[in-house]
């Protein structure tokens, strides 16, 4: 692609919480403006009255906000094409309507459902694809207004004339070709006087000056009819680009039992950020480089010759991956924010940072982090199956000798296996995995030692105690 400067823009509906599939169409755009030195626009596409909400419009700028994402107009930040939502636009869109209707281009069409329903039934029972009819088309001035007498309300229709077929080159998926015959004259001002989508989606993109359109390849069948729009209004075509959708790791179309299908529900999992970016990078775009990028850096590996036709994975393993990436590069400041007052509470200060940096590759989410803290500084949990068989395994001679051993508060990893080696003869994963198992109630986690020097001397004793007990009662020695 040769090196303008791209104007780009996320057009979403504020219907609802942002899902991760438009989270990515706009990170593709920005990362496509930025990459060639140009501008990224957030364009409110609130024509829908009923279903759009101003509470979806203040969550979705503040969840890409969030995640990182920054426009240089929209909404909130104005520009010099506002306003950004198309719900206060709809004087511009009046000179748009005049114009097709003076050129002959567009028609009003007094058809009601009950007769498009009915038109669509006979075309689909003679083997055809329902289209518009084109019933509308000739009125004369007298039948329209005697139709308007009946007090039928018309929408506008876009006349899409016999002609060439429309032809344009999709950035991602090549010449796409569309015959006119197969498009049928479609709505562009509904009943009520608000924009039909292809009419505001694609008078917007020229009115904003938009360069390049990317989005998902659920909008190609739409281009050729905001293409032939553009073309009548003599306004600027921008160039389109469709990529491939995003799915579940089963293939199916994304959703909820994927595991998160909105930001707002993979932010309050506690995914952080640039987790989800490294991913989304990944996903239907082959970048250059295998490694964690930060955000400022991804524009230089952003290619849209690298976006893909095969449908892009949302993959939890993945997201996990760069979720423990991200985690590694948290401040310690920021990790401390995730213990909450009540991990705190319990951590002498001094610790912390030690505590925080010993237990981080552990960790993917503040509630890891907690199990954490209860496991050096809390009350341990219930110790599991493979936890319980390595400590009736070990026996009591075994946590005797280890108790023996802790009478010196200051005793270490190495002073506990030597007594215990010494009494019982244990090695290897039979020395160290039962002393794991009772002291910190888990066979996983950071290394041991280091984990005992932030233990206290009281909890370590507590817990080998209670290893004894537990053995004692599942002994099967005789007792006398
Ligand atoms: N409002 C449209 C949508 O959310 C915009 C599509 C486009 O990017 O052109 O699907
Ligand atoms: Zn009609």
């Known amino acids: 692609m040769e090196n303008m400067p791209a104007i780009t823009r996320f057009a979403p509906s504020p219907t609802g919480y942002v899902h991760v599939g438009n989270v990515r169409t706009a990170f593709f755009n920005q990362l496509l403006a930025r990459c060639s030195g140009g501008r990224f626009i957030l364009r409110s596409e609130d024509t829908d009255a009923e279903r759009s909400k101003q509470e979806y419009l203040d969550a979705l700028l503040a969840d890409l906000h969030w995640l990182g994402l920054r426009w240089d107009e929209g909404p909130d930040c104005g520009g010099p094409s506002g306003p950004y939502c198309q719900s206060e636009r709809s004087g511009l869109y009046e000179v748009y309507y005049t114009r097709l209707i003076d ?242 509470a319990l951590i002498p200060p001094e610790q912390t940072g030690a505590f925080l940096e010993l237990v981080r590759s552990n960790v993917l989410f503040p509630a890891d982090l907690q199990a954490w803290v209860d496991v050096l500084y809390g009350d341990l949990p219930k110790p599991g199956e493979s936890e319980q068989e390595w400590l009736q395994q070990a026996g009591s001679e075994f946590f005797r000798a280890a108790l023996a051993a802790l009478e010196n508060p200051a005793a270490t990893l190495k002073d506990l296996t030597d007594a215990v080696k010494t009494a019982t003869g244990a090695k290897g994963k039979q020395l160290f995995m039962p002393l794991r198992a009772a002291l910190t109630g888990r066979t996983d986690g950071p290394g041991l030692q280091e984990m005992l020097v932030l233990m206290s001397a009281d909890t370590k004793r507590k817990r080998l105690q209670e290893a004894l007990a537990l053995g004692q009662k599942h002994s099967r020695e005789p007792l006398i």
């Open 103 to 344: 050129s002959g281009d567009a028609y009003p069409c007094y058809c009601s459902d009950q007769e498009l329903k009915l038109s669509r039934k006979r075309q689909l029972a003679s083997g055809r694809p329902p289209r518009y009819a084109g019933t509308c088309r000739h009125l004369g001035d007298q039948e329209r207004a005697d139709k308007a007498a009946q007090g039928r309300v018309p929408v506008l229709r876009f006349k899409v004339t016999a002609g060439d077929s429309v032809t344009f080159q999709d950035l991602v998926r090549g010449e796409q070709v569309f015959a006119r015959d197969d498009i049928g004259d479609f709505v562009i001002r509904r009943a009520d006087g608000s924009a039909a989508f292809f009419f505001s989606n694609a008078v917007d993109d020229a009115l904003m000056q938009v360069s390049h359109v990317l989005r998902g390849e659920d909008h190609v069948a739409n281009t050729p009819r905001q293409i032939l729009l553009l073309q009548a209004l003599d306004l600027s075509v921008p160039r389109y680009g469709h990529f491939s959708l995003m799915v579940g790791d089963d293939g199916a179309p994304l959703s909820k039992r994927h595991g998160a299908s909105s930001l707002r529900e993979l932010r309050l999992a506690g995914y952080l950020p640039g987790a989800i970016l490294n991913h989304f990078l990944r996903l239907g775009h082959k970048a250059d480089i295998d490694d964690w990028l930060d955000l400022d850096q991804m524009p230089e590996h952003f290619n849209i010759d690298a976006l893909g036709r095969a449908p892009a994975r949302y993959d939890m393993d993945q997201l996990r991956h760069w979720q423990k990436e991200a985690v590694m590069r948290l401040s310690i400041a920021e990790l401390e924010d995730w213990l909450g007052d009540s991990g705190r």
